[in-house]
């Protein structure tokens, strides 16, 4: 356990850091899991909506440090190629 007061306020700052970016992690998650099921149901309309609303997220958590650049557009372009598969064959 921290004994100095910079210390201690450092793992407050830390505990409500990571609390944040596990959240935006979560979110993240929660976004591309709805947008996967709306393609595997066809419903290119709702994947496109989520699809926005994701990559905004991503790219918010990626410009704030909460994922890495590269990762944030991986993700983007693994989702963007299944939707316009999905655009294609509709």
């Not at 850091?17 to 992690?25: C, I």
Request: aromatic fraction near 2%; charged fraction near 35%.
């Amino acid at each position: 356990m921290a004994h100095k007061a910079a210390a201690i306020k450092a793992l407050r700052q830390t505990k409500k850091r990571t609390a944040r970016n596990v959240l935006v992690k979560k979110n993240i998650a929660y976004l591309k899991k709805k947008t996967v099921k709306a393609i595997d149901k066809k419903e290119a309309e709702s994947a496109e909506v989520t699809y926005r609303k994701l990559i905004q997220i991503v790219d918010k958590a990626a410009k704030n440090k909460i994922i890495s650049p590269n990762t944030a557009a991986r993700r983007k372009s693994r989702i963007a190629k299944k939707i316009n598969a999905l655009k294609k064959n509709v």
